[in-house]
């Protein structure tokens, strides 16, 4: 795992070596990303600088150098990521001198053998990479299908000093001198709604996000950056419901497993220490089970806990643990080690970012740092196979629940806005062991003023969007139009796709690469932690969505056929609880020991000088919120964020 830097510009370069300078300082802001070396590359006549920054996993001589030139002269590359199956890649090119045996050099063979596309579309992996063609004098950036690494790039300055600026991470692009730090006010309208900003948009004016699974190529002589898509998700989907799965529940157990197994065998290659995180829930234990059933050590395991028991899952990662026999860690974390996280946050998240659990997924990734340098998660298990609630509660509710008059729905919407989280919390708590697994939910008074904020929907795809939204950007957002997203202008085609399917791919559309693997990757890369995810392998992503819908949510309970998957090497009575999410207590601590911190970021002063928010919607809800009326953390932390963020930067300028 590594990050990259780099940029391409028609202006002369100065002979002082003030390029190489550049490219450092751009280098060194991420350096986080790959502490063990540096290495820079650059073509003055052509224009174009890359620089490289490495996290030794894989061919840990110099042999891995980057950035790295092919054999036949042609291209150099920058790379970010791991390639799996690179080492098959290099038995369909048999008569190539390799040099050592890193991915890296496996893939520009593959340049030069087979070009670029056609190589990417035959990788099994996660990336993001720059690329320069000698040849063609052109730059292609690539990212990998599902998202999992970062790449932003944009044109920034004007006349001869402009500069086409590309990267792992904003901090690097803000160290070229052309950079113009313009905050983006449509894009923080998206960060408002989704508590982040959903590619292909950036915080800043004319900076973007290379969407997944994307092709970029961009040339001084063509300037205009050309995207193209060398593989689609919702043709996969489609593709996938038009021809299912037809053997077997237990043969499709069985393929399942098969593949599983798989992409979790290739991803424990690593020539340094591997581990995994262990929550004790359905994805990271099969994950955790699966690498258990090919070591013959025993595996590092890790996870943190705490003493607020509707936050803590460490005592069943333990059960998990100690019946699987892996070599297990955990750290229960005090509210302190936690509240000292939040600092660290607007450097770690280079844009606002507002997923608390951002705070928990730090704390385990620095606990298995000491130990390891490359951690597998259990990350895009609810995605594929239906584990959200939010699916289970559409697939049971919405047929009988659309047939009730809206009117009806705002009465009973009114009712369950009546009483606190908290209060419904305490009335149902007598009544939980009567209820079905389904709505043995933890926070359960949470959910039904979630649940109440989309009563009155229309259809499906307003009902999702609701579920999925936190502030509506127009009440507070100051001088912005929300931009058009896979959400709201342009939806993908899911013509063929029921509700609960349309839901689960625009998640993993959506709120997979823009939030889950945003939060994970600059959460591990900010101690120099390698994560990799065996879910996102897409052989296993194409199958999934094969599965018949009942392979997946059955008996109203979801994953059926991954927690058959698990019960085949962990007990089920380890694994049935309500599902209770990677969370910490952040509406008590705004309540507490954040109080004057949150008082001082939401002063409305502050807020009304700076000019980006309308303050008095934000005052009533935290009024309502310290005064334990309502409960307002989400769309508090999504203000704090920003708030902390905006600070953070204003200092560093």
């Not at 150098?65 to 920058?78: E, F, N, T």
């Amino acid at each position: 795992m590594c990050g990259l830097v780099g940029f391409l510009t028609p202006g002369k370069w100065r002979a002082d070596g003030a390029a190489l300078r550049i490219l450092e300082h751009m280098s060194n802001a991420i350096m986080h990303r790959g502490p063990d070396a540096d290495g820079y590359w650059k073509d003055e006549n052509s224009g174009i600088a890359l620089g490289h920054r490495r996290l030794s996993i894989l061919e840990l001589s110099a042999a891995g150098a980057q950035p790295m030139q092919s054999v036949c002269g042609r291209y150099v590359i920058a790379f970010n990521g791991e390639i799996y199956n690179h080492l098959d890649l290099r038995q369909e090119m048999t008569s190539h001198l390799w040099r050592g045996h890193s991915d890296t050099e496996t893939l520009l063979a593959g340049f030069s053998s087979w070009g670029i596309a056609k190589t990417i579309e035959r990788c099994i992996g996660m990336f993001a990479f720059a690329v320069w063609d000698k040849k063609e004098h052109e730059l292609t950036l690539a990212r990998d299908r599902m998202g999992e690494k970062p790449l932003y790039y944009g044109w920034q300055g004007q006349g001869n000093d402009i500069v086409f600026l590309f990267g792992s991470d904003l901090a690097s692009l803000k160290k070229h001198p052309a950079f113009k730090a313009e905050i983006n006010r449509n894009a923080l309208s998206l960060y408002m709604r989704h508590n982040c900003i959903p590619a292909p948009y950036s915080i800043y004016e004319k900076v973007f996000k290379l969407p997944p699974a994307c092709l970029l190529t961009v040339s001084l002589k063509q300037r205009e950056p050309e995207i193209k898509k060398y593989w689609s998700l919702p043709d996969v989907a489609e593709q996938g419901v038009n021809n299912p799965f037809l053997g077997t529940d237990n043969e499709a157990v069985d393929q399942l497993e098969i593949l599983l197994k798989n992409s979790v065998r290739q991803e424990m290659i690593s020539d340094v220490p591997l581990g995994a995180f262990l929550s004790g829930g359905i994805d990271s234990s099969t994950i955790v089970a699966l690498m258990q059933a090919q070591s013959s050590r025993p595996i590092k395991t890790f996870t943190i806990g705490f003493d607020n028991e509707g936050y803590n899952e460490a005592k069943h990662a333990m059960a998990v643990a100690e019946y699987l026999g892996t070599d297990h860690t955990e750290l229960y974390v005090t509210p302190k080690q936690a509240l000292d996280v939040i600092p660290k946050l607007p450097a770690l998240y280079s844009e606002p970012f507002a997923d608390s659990s951002q705070i928990p997924t730090f704390l385990v990734s620095q606990l298995a740092r000491q130990q390891v340098t490359v951690s597998l998660s259990g990350d895009a298990g609810d995605e594929l196979f239906a584990g959200y609630n939010r699916y289970i509660q559409v697939h049971n509710q919405w047929s009988s629940l659309s047939r009730i008059p809206i009117a009806l729905r705002k009465i009973i919407a009114v009712g369950l806005y009546g009483l606190s989280p908290n209060s419904w919390n305490i009335l149902l708590k007598p009544l939980e062991p009567t209820l079905p697994p389904s709505l043995r939910l933890a926070n359960i008074g949470e959910k039904l003023h979630k649940a109440a904020s989309v009563l009155t929907s229309h259809n499906v795809d307003e009902l999702y969007l609701g579920l999925v939204s936190h502030w509506k950007p127009e009440s507070i957002v100051l001088g912005a139009q929300e931009p058009s997203t896979y959400l709201r202008g342009n939806s993908p085609y899911l013509g063929t796709l029921n509700a609960v399917q349309r839901m689960m791919l625009l998640d993993a559309m959506t709120y997979l690469p823009d939030d889950i693997l945003v939060k994970v990757d600059r959460a591990a890369m900010g101690v120099s932690l390698e994560t990799r995810t065996p879910f996102l392998d897409h052989r296993v992503v194409e199958f999934a969505w094969q599965l018949p819908q009942n392979l997946k949510l059955r008996d109203g309970v979801g994953k059926w056929a991954l927690r058959q998957v698990l019960y085949r090497h962990v007990p089920k009575e380890l694994i049935e609880r309500p599902k209770m999410g990677f969370g910490v207590p952040i509406d008590n601590w705004l309540r507490g020991p954040l109080r004057d911190w949150a008082e001082e970021l939401l002063d409305e002063k502050k807020l009304s000088q700076q000019g980006y928010f309308n303050p008095i919607p934000i005052r009533k809800k935290w009024q309502e919120h310290l005064s334990g009326r309502r409960n307002w953390q989400h769309h508090l932390w999504d203000v704090l964020m920003f708030q902390a963020w905006l600070e953070h930067q204003e200092k560093l300028n």
